[in-house]
């Protein structure tokens, strides 16, 4: 059956440039996360989407990173104008959005670096 | 959500049963244990969560105490592909769909 899938699996750019990456979670889940993992740290929680409600963006770490969810499924994490310390493996998560025990599933995740 | 204490490091011979402990000592009432490992190069994957009553599926079993202050996970039997680091995490059950807070976790190497 199909997981979360994520794209590009890697992405080299440039400082300045921009960059989205995308998320198709699974069919079905209603919530989406997005964490990021630098080199040497543990997971950092970015934003995540639950329906149709408002998502949570207290995780983002500056005004440079938005991230949409397009009917309700698929979501495109934006880079603006990025820095060398944005360099990490960005991961997607979603679960059902039904009970609060709901398991989350990962995606295999993009691994940015920005030269 | 309480904090957890593992093990930075742990070794584990092939076949034999890897036991991961997690600290949780201001575990609350309405906490769930999790268990999630990241192979390298991949995303977390789930393994195995619990609340009071000790927990069995085919992946592993969780061994949680009766003071809920501590619990274990066990892999019966370790092979080379369970090399990876293992996050132990605790959840508010009224927490909702709130996203997940990794620690350090263990990373558990196993041995041929």
């Known amino acids: 059956g199909a997981g979360v899938s994520q794209s590009p699996s890697n992405k080299v750019t440039e400082k300045g440039k921009d960059v989205e990456l995308r998320c198709d979670p699974i069919?079905?889940?209603?919530?989406l996360y997005w964490y990021r993992q630098s080199l040497g740290q543990g997971l950092e929680f970015l934003i995540y989407?639950?329906?149709?409600?408002?998502?949570?963006k207290s995780g983002l770490p500056s005004d440079r990173f938005s991230a949409e969810r397009t009917g309700g499924s698929v979501s495109t994490l934006t880079i603006q104008r990025t820095q060398q310390e944005d360099s990490a493996v960005y991961l997607c998560?979603?679960?059902?959005?039904?009970?609060?025990?709901?398991?989350?599933?990962f995606g295999p995740g993009t691994r940015l670096t920005v030269l | 959500d309480a904090k957890t204490t593992q093990p930075t490091s742990m070794d584990c011979a092939e076949g034999r049963a890897a036991n991961l402990p997690c600290n949780h000592s201001?575990?609350?009432?309405?906490?769930?244990v999790y268990w999630y490992r990241q192979i390298h190069s991949q995303g977390p994957q789930y393994i195995i969560h619990?609340?009071?009553?000790?927990e069995t599926n085919e992946m592993a079993s969780l061994i949680i105490t009766e003071d809920r202050k501590s619990s274990t996970l066990i892999l019966p039997h370790a092979t080379l592909r369970d090399t990876a680091v293992y996050y132990c995490?605790?959840?508010?059950w009224g927490s909702g769909n709130t996203p997940l807070v990794f620690g350090k976790g263990t990373r558990l190497s196993v041995i041929a």
């Open positions: 998560a979603s679960s059902l959005g039904v009970s609060s025990t709901d398991t989350q599933y």
């Open positions: 069919s079905g889940h209603t919530a």
């Open positions: 989407f639950q329906g149709n409600s408002a998502p949570d």
């Open positions: 201001t575990i609350s009432g309405n906490e769930y």
């Open positions: 619990g609340l009071k009553n000790n």
């Open positions: 995490i605790v959840r508010s």
